[in-house]
């Protein structure tokens, strides 16, 4: 089994298959995006991924293999999934989880200040995170934990302090973590990029694995999980969506 409460550097490809037969409560995964070649009128975000080495770029928005799905079904002790994923990525998703034991729900970020965008393009101003629950999954109560959407301003400060093109912002993870998961769950993030569902886990008392492939953002959501931001300073603040609202 791989260590729970670490994160791990590494391929989840490969990492995942020491990961026993339903041994995990929840996955949280945000994958690698599938870019629409023809430009999805996000420029901030596009201009960010310029900033990347090629083998960053890569790892960021070549899409996945979804022979992974057959691993995630595996390790799930039931089906209890949230996966963010680009427009192009959401009809194969539906596809591979359509089972009439499976419930789905299509849960958004909608962002209040998007990018202006142009050549006949609607605006850039939402984010899908496909969840699914097999029968028996119990969801917890709370009027708050159950809105189907989010809504927020870019995170723009939470990229700054973790230099991560895609974080998600923290409290929207934080809703779904509580809703789908009790405490001591165990939660694997395999894409987990500068830790957001990481730190959710240890903020919430939930036990979690996290995996990633990339040097920079393994090291970054180590120190992020020890309150160092990517610049080296402590950071003294957990809850930045609420900072940015002001
Ligand atoms: C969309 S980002 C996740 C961002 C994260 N939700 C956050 O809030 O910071 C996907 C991450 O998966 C990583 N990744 C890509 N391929 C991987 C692989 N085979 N194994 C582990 N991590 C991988 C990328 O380096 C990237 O950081």
Redesign the pocket.
């Known amino acids: 089994m791989l260590e729970t409460n670490k994160i791990h550097l590494?391929?989840?490809?490969e990492?995942i298959k020491k990961i026993p037969d339903k041994s995990i409560d929840c996955i949280y995964?945000?994958?690698?995006?599938l870019f629409d070649e023809h430009g999805g009128g996000n420029s901030k975000l596009a201009h960010r991924i310029k900033k990347l080495n090629s083998k960053?770029l890569n790892?960021?928005s070549s899409g996945?293999d979804y022979k992974i799905f057959d691993e995630f079904k595996r390790v799930m002790k039931k089906i209890n999934i949230f996966i963010?994923c680009s427009k192009l990525q959401i009809r194969d998703v539906l596809n591979y989880f359509d089972d009439e034991n499976i419930r789905y729900e299509i849960l958004t970020w909608n962002k209040t200040n998007p990018t202006p965008s142009c050549n006949n393009k609607w605006l850039p101003d939402i984010e899908y995170c496909l969840y699914f629950r097999e029968k028996g999954v119990k969801l917890n109560d709370g009027y708050e934990l159950k809105n189907k959407w989010y809504s927020s301003p870019i995170n723009k400060f939470?990229k700054d302090l973790?230099d991560?093109?895609?974080?998600?912002p923290l409290e929207l993870?934080k809703k779904h973590i509580l809703h789908a998961t009790q405490p001591d769950s165990i939660v694997l993030?395999?894409?987990?990029?500068?830790?957001?569902?990481c730190v959710v886990c240890k903020e919430t008392g939930r036990r979690y694995i996290g995996?990633?492939?990339?040097p920079k953002?393994y090291k970054i959501?180590v120190n992020r999980l020890n309150g160092i931001t990517a610049d080296g300073q402590t950071s003294i603040f957990t809850n930045f969506d609420e900072l940015e609202d002001k």
């Open positions: 590494g391929d989840c490809y990492l995964i945000d994958i690698p995006y960053e790892k960021i996945i963010w939470d973790y991560h093109p895609t974080i998600k993870v993030d395999c894409f987990c990029g500068s830790g957001t569902t995996i990633e492939i990339e953002y959501a």
